[in-house]
């Protein structure tokens, strides 16, 4: 499956930003979709995923209650809604598919990642 993250840009502390994740493949209902980020000179971290089927999503404790992860299986699309955005968010994102899922980031499909920037 190829990942095509979308949505990165530059914001406020405060703001609210939405990714987009693309997938290509039939197979995209069959996948956990997890969200990454990496800031410059860090690991890249856990964001948050979503399951394959009945929305389960689980979350990172620096994101939970301002992020939210949902997918479109007809479109074979994930989004990852960022509210009260931080400095700290700051970051490149990820979007990745695996069958099991998790929190490590050793999931076997990722996207090209998109550029989150905030500003204090």
């Known amino acids: 499956v190829q990942l095509q993250a979308s949505g990165g840009g530059l914001v406020r502390a405060g703001d609210s930003l939405r990714l987009a994740c693309a997938a290509s493949?039939?197979?995209?209902?069959?996948?956990?979709m997890g969200w990454f980020r990496q800031a410059p000179g860090k690991e890249r971290e856990f964001v948050g995923a979503i399951r394959q089927i009945g929305g389960l999503t689980y979350y990172a404790d620096s994101v939970k209650g301002r992020f939210t992860i949902s997918r479109d299986n007809a479109e074979s699309t994930v989004y990852l809604q960022m509210n009260s955005l931080k400095p700290e968010d700051t970051a490149v994102y990820y979007c990745?598919?695996?069958?099991?899922?998790?929190?490590?980031?050793?999931?076997?499909?990722w996207g090209q990642g998109t550029l989150v920037t905030v500003s204090s």
């Open positions: 493949g039939r197979t995209f209902s069959s996948y956990v």
């Open positions: 990745a598919a695996d069958s099991l899922g998790g929190r490590r980031p050793n999931y076997a499909y």
